[in-house]
């Protein structure tokens, strides 16, 4: 694997896989840039060295071809902006004028290719779609660490087509601060996770379970737990068939000497709106026609003082329907909780992407932590243990 800082890209195309998968709004605003400006410093290594730029992503899950809503000219006057640079735009990511564009780029030059996802072929892994992207430059870069565990044309395929597969510094950050925690983890070590089910963190659940020292559950997977342990969880989330899995985490979490944290209390409502009325009740104890929403005001107590005295915290996940500004404390308490951590206890703090990421930069705190993954789902699966696609295409 080539590391950016030590390659020379003097002359040099460098075709760059980017995750600039970025929430707009109905005017196609950004509303959060932080993939983007994750991936500045890479680009700027590559201008500042005399190379230029073509830059590849996809935007969204289009289904039939080309949509106005998933198009990348959309970021193009944003990305301009922060890079301080004219960014040009092909309004096809192969093609005649993909061709032309790059073929004129000179060094210091920024070009944008329309969204790969508008070809099928590129979430197929297509080996033909791969090549014909691959002949607009000269060097391969990978700084997509959230489409890592994917095996699509851009992310994965396309690195045969090349001698020199260049390591970008999102990429590199991603797997040097996973590798921190599963390595290197100072004790105490607490995880939080959170989210709606337990389907989803099985597997990094059951992998944690040799690391840490509290595994701390919330979100709406809790309620699975609490209606295993034959709790009463009115309309609130349940994945019946999880129940005994629940129960089996519980049993091995006990044998390893891991301390499960559950919501003491929850904020229920009765209806799915930030409007909706609402009451705390203990845990087990949600009436018919009732859901929870929320974890309690003693349960976000208990889980800040246990976070607080952590020296190594991993978060994935929120702690309620944080999306709702009523059903948010809990999400916001814990992300206050890893902020003191952090800054007062000396802790390394990694939040796991996705949600998570959210709730801490819309709470203001994500420059007060030590890093925010850009990959919800490649970084899970990374500290599961898999082999992710993009990063074994480096090699």
């Known amino acids: 694997m080539i590391a950016l800082e030590g390659y020379n890209f003097k002359d040099k195309k460098a075709l760059v896989r980017v995750d600039f998968n970025v929430p707009l709004n109905d005017q196609f605003e950004i509303t959060d840039d932080t993939r983007i400006t994750a991936t500045i410093p890479t680009i700027k290594k590559i201008l500042s060295d005399g190379g230029s730029c073509i830059l590849m992503s996809h935007l969204g899950r289009p289904k039939d071809g080309p949509t106005e809503k998933y198009s990348l000219k959309h970021i193009v006057q944003a990305l301009s902006l922060i890079l301080d640079v004219s960014v040009k735009f ?85 797997i040097d601060n996973a590798q921190r925690i599963l390595e290197k983890a100072e004790r105490p070590f607490t995880a939080i996770m959170g989210g709606a089910k337990i389907s989803d963190k099985i597997l990094i659940i059951e992998k944690l379970l040799d690391n840490v020292d509290n595994l701390i559950i919330g979100g709406g997977m809790t309620y699975t737990f609490t209606k295993a342990l034959g709790g009463e969880i009115g309309n609130s989330l349940l994945e019946a068939d999880k129940q005994e899995l629940a129960l089996v985490i519980l049993k091995k979490a006990e044998e390893k000497g891991v301390k499960i944290i559950m919501p003491i209390d929850n904020l229920i409502a009765d209806k799915f709106s930030n409007d909706a009325k609402t009451q705390v009740v203990g845990r087990g104890k949600i009436p018919a026609g009732w859901e929870g929403l929320d974890i309690g005001p003693e349960s976000a107590k208990l889980f800040a003082e246990t976070i607080r005295t952590s020296k190594t915290v991993l978060w994935n996940g929120p702690m309620g329907v944080f999306e709702f500004p009523n059903f948010a404390h809990g999400t916001n308490t814990v992300a206050e909780a890893v902020v003191q951590a952090t800054e007062e206890n000396n802790a390394f703090s990694l939040i796991g992407g996705g949600d998570s990421a959210a709730a801490i930069n819309n709470a203001g705190m994500g420059e007060r932590v030590s890093y925010v993954s850009t990959g919800g789902g490649a970084l899970l699966e990374y500290m599961e243990g898999k082999v992710l696609p993009g990063v074994a295409a480096l090699s």
């Not at 993909?98 to 297509?126: C, H, I, M, Q």
């Not at 014909?132 to 890592?148: E, I, M």
Request: aromatic fraction near 8%.
């Open 90 to 174: 092909a309004d096809d990511c192969i093609g005649e004028q993909a061709t032309e564009l790059a073929e004129g780029l000179k060094p210091g030059e920024v070009l944008l290719l329309e969204n790969l996802r508008f070809y099928k072929e590129e979430t197929s892994g297509d080996l033909a779609f791969a090549e014909k992207l691959s002949k607009l430059g000269d060097v391969w870069v990978n700084d997509a660490f959230g489409t890592a565990h994917r095996a699509h044309a851009s992310t994965a395929v396309i690195g045969q087509f090349f001698k020199d597969r260049v390591c970008g510094l999102v990429m590199q950050a991603e």
